[in-house]
């Protein structure tokens, strides 16, 4: 349930919310449909499928109104609601916290992941002050080694990938 009173949906892929499924910090996935979409199209569910098949947990956002989810609010989902996105990545963060969190969006929802990250990395979702320079140094840290920056958004793992 959102700050408005939103009614959103994250449905995990076959079971993946429970403790028993893997490892608590096993990567975790989630997937942002496209118009009118959810966790029930073609699409969707082939991307669960590879992310599980890696033995990562997926998770689907269901946004308002889609999937059968009632509208609960004045306000349904549209392409620069972000607010929604954030509720559901403080949700799975909240659930699993030492989880590396990877984020795929299809249409409309890649125009609001990027919204959301672009948001995130101007500090509209900043972390809470104690953990600001940790999230700063996560941002800028480089490995010589891999060649490859680590970078976390908004609550993304955006080196997991």
């Given at each position: ?6 009614t ?7 079971g993946a919310?429970?403790?028993s ?5 096993v990567?975790?996935i989630?997937?942002?449909h ?7 199209e ?5 991307a669960?499928?590879?992310?599980a098949s890696?033995?990562?947990?997926a ?24 607010g929604d ?10 659930r699993f916290?030492?989880a590396?969190?990877m ?6 929802g890649?125009?609001l992941l990027?919204?959301?990250l672009?948001?995130a ?8 002050d104690s953990?600001?320079?940790q999230?700063?140094?996560q941002?800028?840290a480089f490995?010589?080694?891999q060649?490859q ?10 080196s997991?990938?």
């Amino acid at each position: 349930m959102t700050s408005d009173h939103g009614t959103l949906g994250l449905d995990w892929w076959c079971g993946a919310d429970r403790p028993s499924y893997a490892a608590a910090d096993v990567p975790i996935i989630l997937f942002i449909h496209g118009i009118n979409g959810g966790s029930h199209e073609g699409y969707v569910k082939w991307a669960c499928v590879a992310a599980a098949s890696r033995g990562w947990r997926a998770v689907v956002l269901n946004l308002r109104g889609c999937n059968g989810l009632p509208l609960t609010s004045a306000r349904g989902y549209n392409a620069i609601n972000t607010g929604d996105v954030h509720v559901a990545v403080h949700s799975i963060r909240s659930r699993f916290p030492s989880a590396p969190l990877m984020a795929a969006g299809y249409s409309l929802g890649s125009v609001l992941l990027a919204k959301y990250l672009a948001e995130a990395d101007n500090g509209l979702y900043s972390a809470p002050d104690s953990s600001k320079q940790q999230q700063q140094q996560q941002q800028t840290a480089f490995s010589p080694n891999q060649q490859q920056a680590t970078a976390t958004l908004g609550g993304l793992d955006m080196s997991a990938w």
